[in-house]
């Protein structure tokens, strides 16, 4: 029996596939976080979706550069060849317990925002919520009782996502440019009173959120014809895509309405953008593309999510390896896996309701965005890979072995700064409840250690 892939995608494909699975709905929700954070200071902002996107481009750079050393692909590898095998199960312990529902709490949230803004209900509500919690249980359906489905809706939706991103790029750019607006948001940052470097760091952590997924690309290795080469070059040209594409749609949102339009509209400030450009009909159109795009998000997440036990218990690990590990024979899935999936997401979505949008937050000084610092918690865990791929590495030259993961490591140390900066003692607070899961995570681990021996 056959038990290898057949190396069928070429350099193209590879780069569509890594423009596809980081595009999302993160740069409509964090544009608008962005420019609050900078104060409306077009500079500042475009900025931190350069400085960000440029740390990606070198992380993605050094994790082509592991997948092609190590043939390995995926966290879990990368930190079991690299690290260790107990860090390999940490890596994958924080992204099923914490990474990986925690974003898609905020998917759903996110597309249930989008719906209620296209139909012109309220976004702040409990309404919205019982949406985003439906957007959810809809999501596992697709991926539970239907896989092939699934994995059609995320071809479909990846050219859907870049037709709205586009347009406002291009055309909002040149509207910006014709009308002086762009001119008149550069010249404003040089003003007295414009926000200084400050707002630099929570704009770069929103933005970090827009950025995810990156990652996941390369587990395409084994199914790539010519890995060495164009796996590197698939991540980085695709991640250079996705940077260039932010930034332009940055550009452009401000070339149609002020930076102060836009801050004052919240939530309906893309909405207000797009019919502003293109007319009230096309504009709302456009904006039920936004809509796909973020359903089409979280139908891709929430197929990680699915598998985020059954990774640990197919190795043996976890809490109840033998439960989690079986696969249903009529679809395919990991029934139980995808069933605590859909429960861990859920408590993160209660959550991320009562510790962002319910005034006063349920949870005291424990409130804090579940969006944005379990990213930056993985750029984090990312840098005892670079440093010991350093150690390790000894068959690879000076520029792949030194200089790029040098580069990564100081590209995770300043988005840990950021957060830092940006949140202050809130982190405190989150890296406590990021401990104690943590914790709880070792029990299974020792557990399961003592069953093996």
């Not at 976080?33 to 996107?53: C, H, Q, S, Y």
């Not at 429960?343 to 209660?350: A, D, E, F, G, Y």
């Not at 000076?398 to 982190?427: D, E, H, I, N, Q």
Request: aromatic fraction near 12%; charged fraction near 10%.
């Amino acid at each position: 029996m056959n038990t290898h892939l057949e190396k069928k995608y070429g350099l193209p494909t590879a780069v569509c596939m890594v423009v596809g699975i980081v595009i999302g709905s993160g740069v409509f929700f964090k544009a608008e976080k962005v420019l609050k954070a900078t104060e409306g200071n077009m500079p500042l902002g475009i900025l931190a979706w350069g400085m960000v996107g440029l740390i990606m481009v070198i992380c993605a750079y050094v994790f082509a550069t592991m997948t092609a050393y190590y043939g390995q692909g995926g966290l879990m590898e990368y930190a079991g060849a690299v690290v260790g095998k107990r860090y390999a199960y940490d890596m994958g312990w924080f992204a099923a317990a914490i990474y990986i529902p925690s974003l898609v709490s905020a998917l759903a949230w996110i597309s249930a925002r989008y719906i209620c803004i296209l139909l012109g209900w309220e976004t702040s509500g409990g309404a919205c919520m019982v949406l985003a919690g439906a957007c959810l249980c809809g999501a596992y359906v697709v991926n539970t009782l239907s896989p092939r489905l699934a994995g059609k809706i995320q071809v479909s939706t990846t050219v859907v996502k870049l037709i709205p991103l586009l347009l406002m790029a291009l055309a909002g750019s040149v509207v910006g440019l014709l009308n002086g607006q762009m001119a008149r948001d550069f010249a404003a940052a040089k003003q007295p009173g414009a926000a200084a470097g400050g707002g630099l760091m929570p704009a770069a952590v929103a933005v970090a959120f827009a950025y995810e997924g990156w990652v996941l690309a390369t587990s395409i290795h084994a199914e790539l014809k010519d890995t060495r080469k164009n796996l590197p070059r698939a991540l980085v040209t695709g991640s250079l895509v996705v940077v260039v594409t932010y930034i332009l749609y940055y550009i452009g949102l401000n070339g149609v309405a002020t930076t102060e339009e836009l801050m004052s509209s919240g939530e309906t400030a893309v909405k207000m953008a797009f019919q502003r450009l293109f007319g009230q009909a096309a504009g709302t159109g456009l904006l039920a593309l936004v809509v796909i795009s973020c359903l089409g998000t979280l139908n891709g997440l929430m197929l990680a999510c699915c598998r985020g036990l059954y990774v640990l218990a197919a190795n043996g690990e976890g809490p109840r390896p033998e439960l989690f590990a079986q696969v249903d024979p009529a679809s395919g899935m990991p029934g139980n896996s995808a069933a605590a999936g859909l429960l861990t997401s859920s408590l993160w979505l209660v959550y991320f309701y009562g510790a962002n949008l319910s005034v006063p937050g349920w949870f005291g000084r424990f409130c804090f965005d579940s969006s944005e610092l379990p990213v930056v918690t993985l750029y984090a865990m990312y840098i005892p890979l670079f440093v010991q791929m350093m150690r390790r590495a000894e068959r690879l030259n000076v520029f792949k072995r030194f200089v790029m993961p040098s580069l990564a490591v100081c590209g995770c140390v300043f988005m840990v700064y950021a957060a830092f900066a940006g949140y202050g003692t809130t982190v405190f607070y989150y890296l406590i409840v990021y401990a104690a899961i943590m914790a709880v995570g070792r029990c299974f681990y020792r557990k399961a250690a003592e069953m093996k021996s």
